[in-house]
């Protein structure tokens, strides 16, 4: 079982920065790929970046491309989500997911654990 705490949310003016970071405990946190996801009002939850294993393959969902870094620190159980550059579309609840498996992947279906989600709020 892996237990799963973002924090880092909040509001922002457009252009501005956030870090996200998932807290994990529980079963080895270095064991399986990470990712972030995020769902606006209204809408699906939607990938937005995964990390694999080892930290040395990265993906991103096209529309955070080139703003958004993924990361994570196994030494400490933590990953994290860099945000810069925010845009008003950027809104909506992140959620840190894990999974058991080692590869990084895009679909909320590959991921076997979900935290509580950490709102976050772009004002134009």
């Known amino acids: 079982q892996v237990q799963l705490v973002e924090s880092g949310g909040g509001l922002v003016q457009a252009g501005g920065s956030l870090r996200l970071s998932c807290a994990a405990s529980?079963?080895?946190?270095?064991?399986?790929?990470m990712g972030w996801f995020r769902q606006a009002p209204g809408k699906e939850r939607e990938f937005v970046a995964a990390?694999?294993?080892?930290?040395?393959?990265?993906y991103y969902a096209d529309s955070v491309k080139g703003r958004f870094t993924i990361s994570r620190d196994n030494a400490k159980n933590t990953a994290f989500l860099e945000m810069n550059n925010l845009k008003p579309e950027d809104t909506a609840v992140y959620y840190c997911a894990a999974r058991l498996g080692g590869l990084a992947k895009t679909s909320t279906s590959d991921y076997d654990y979900w935290g509580q989600g950490t709102q976050v709020t772009v004002s134009s």
């Open positions: 990390i694999s294993r080892s930290g040395s393959s990265t």
């Open positions: 529980g079963r080895t946190f270095s064991s399986g790929a």
